[in-house]
């Protein structure tokens, strides 16, 4: 017997058989709740592919004149001086000003309400991505606006879908 089968029949042997009650205590250490543990029982499997979905707009992104005037090095500086780094093709230029995500009157006027002049880099970047319908997998700190980079082009997204 080799040193992997020896720790496997060593975990056989020594298991220990779970309680099928949990129990849940308070800072003093005083049991407060009892639960029993339930299977939870998968979902059925769906064949997406024999449903027929209605289409929807997934591009609500317009390309400003300035940022179509750009060069690609000019879009490769301006990454580079908000810190910006992107992978896939056809990447969207990040976008300098609220104005250019051609958001509505009242929307750009409830960001200027709330002291919110300039996009972060992460909003500058990432919300032409989410109006353009494309994944986006954005890492930035805490407190860099990463909500705000998925919320104000989900609104959009949501206000055009018709009611249920």
């Known amino acids: 017997m080799d040193d992997q089968e020896t720790y496997f029949k060593y975990i056989h042997e020594s298991a220990t058989v779970e309680s099928e009650e949990e129990e849940e205590y308070d800072s003093d250490g005083n049991v407060i709740n009892t639960y029993k543990?339930?299977?939870?029982?998968?979902?059925?499997?769906?064949?997406?592919?024999?449903?027929?979905?209605?289409?929807?707009?997934?591009?609500?992104?317009?390309?400003?004149?300035?940022?179509?005037?750009?060069?690609?090095?000019?879009?490769?500086?301006?990454?580079?001086?908000?810190?910006?780094?992107?992978s896939g093709l056809g990447a969207i230029p990040p976008c300098v000003s609220f104005a250019y995500f051609g958001f509505d009157d009242s929307l750009l006027e409830t960001i200027r309400k709330h002291s919110y002049y300039t996009p972060?880099?992460?909003?500058?970047?990432?919300?032409?991505v989410v109006l353009s319908g494309r994944d986006l997998i954005g890492i930035a700190q805490t407190g860099s606006g990463k909500t705000a980079a998925y919320l104000l082009p989900m609104m959009i997204h949501v206000i055009d879908q018709p009611e249920i």
């Open 37 to 86: 543990k339930r299977e939870i029982i998968p979902l059925t499997p769906i064949d997406h592919s024999s449903i027929k979905y209605s289409n929807f707009q997934k591009n609500f992104h317009l390309s400003h004149q300035d940022l179509d005037k750009l060069k690609p090095e000019e879009i490769e500086k301006l990454r580079k001086n908000l810190d910006i780094k992107v």
């Open 120 to 128: 972060t880099p992460i909003q500058a970047q990432g919300i032409p």
